[in-house]
């Protein structure tokens, strides 16, 4: 192992495609100073956890593969759907104890190793899965689970039974010990499966947006912002977890039953459907109430939602298609050309011939310019 400018380069284990790992010291809280900070966390030397930089290629599947994942996620088989040679990109970027991985990978099929290792897949941890490209889904306790780009997994049991890609996706997966978030969490009851939204939970967005700006700036980060962003992130999951509190059996129903509603809508919207509650409801084999609570629970309504997909949908054909708006108002269910123009003005500010006519990557410009 070679020594330059303070980092170590490590030599890629047999069967990586590609390997650039470098370690480097990222000093812990020290609660001694007034700030909470150390001297070594505001730049010192010191010495402390090690925080791993680097970008992997392995063949899915492959025993290396396994390794990473047992250790990054857990213990299971991943096998890719479409070739033998199939490789996926791993890029780490750790704090500290707290393992942060990008995977980037194409299509797989995934279980646990054995019913004894899914009984303990997450003792001692919490897990979190963001995806960011394609979709991932996943059968948990009899229920398919699908996670679109946005979606936030967040984990303190027994992970899912299965799992799959259809399609290349990228993901983040983080993997927190329990003792840095347990003391946080005020006594409240872990989650066991919690599933959210960047579009629908303000945290969740913000959890988000923490992960992009870590991947882009993780490799100039001073040891003090890398701390910084480690306490950043145990807080947004620790609020992500408190926001949503879980039934008896530590399972938070209501954002799966909205993500699973808002994908029956978008699935019901693509084959010419007019979505409607009831339906919503008897697809997802619960209440029409709960279908509803799940919604407010958000500050939404199962109608807004299903009229911002509606219009964008609009706005696709409006631009790619010569279609008149009393063909747009047929195909999308609207009563008649009129009813369109109303809505969509109300959503978009400027009615669909000015979209169309004035449209120029910006939204919407109107006749008079404003």
Known sequence: MNESNGAAEEQAPQGHQESHLRLRSLPTVSADSSDGFSAAARGGSAAGTIATVGRTNL??????????????????TM?????????????????????????????????????KTKSHTYPDSFFLLA?????????????????????????????ADR??????????TVKIPSELLIPHLGGAQAPRFLVT???????????????????????????LELNVARRVLIDLVVGIAMANPPDSDGIVRLPRIR???????????????????????????????????AFAATNDTVRGVIRRHRISEVKRDLLRTSSTLMTLAEKWGYSDASHLTREFKGLEGCTPGEFRRQFAGNGCVHEDGV
């Open 131 to 159: 995806v960011s490209e394609g979709q991932q889904s996943l059968e948990a306790g009899g229920e398919h689970i699908l996670l679109r780009s946005g979606a936030i997994l967040l984990t303190s049991g027994p992970g």
């Open 197 to 223: 939204h960047s579009a629908q939970s303000p945290l969740a967005r913000l959890l988000t947006d923490t992960l992009n700006n870590l991947a882009d700036n993780y490799e100039q980060m001073s040891p």
């Open 259 to 293: 993500a699973a509603a808002e994908n029956w809508i978008i699935e019901q919207l693509a084959t010419g459907e007019a979505p409607q509650v009831d339906e919503a409801a008897r697809a997802l084999n619960v209440s029409r109430r709960t279908v509803q609570r």
């Open 59 to 76: 063949q899915l599947g492959s025993s290396l593969w396994e390794e990473e994942v047992g250790l990054r996620i857990a213990a299971m």
């Open 163 to 172: 799992f799959w890609a259809p399609a290349w996706v990228r993901k983040t």
């Open 79 to 115: 096998n890719p759907r479409e070739s033998s040679h199939a490789e996926s990109l791993l890029t780490k970027r750790d704090l500290g104890e707290i393992l942060v991985s990008e995977w980037s990978s194409p299509s797989f099929d995934g279980r646990p190793l054995s019913n």
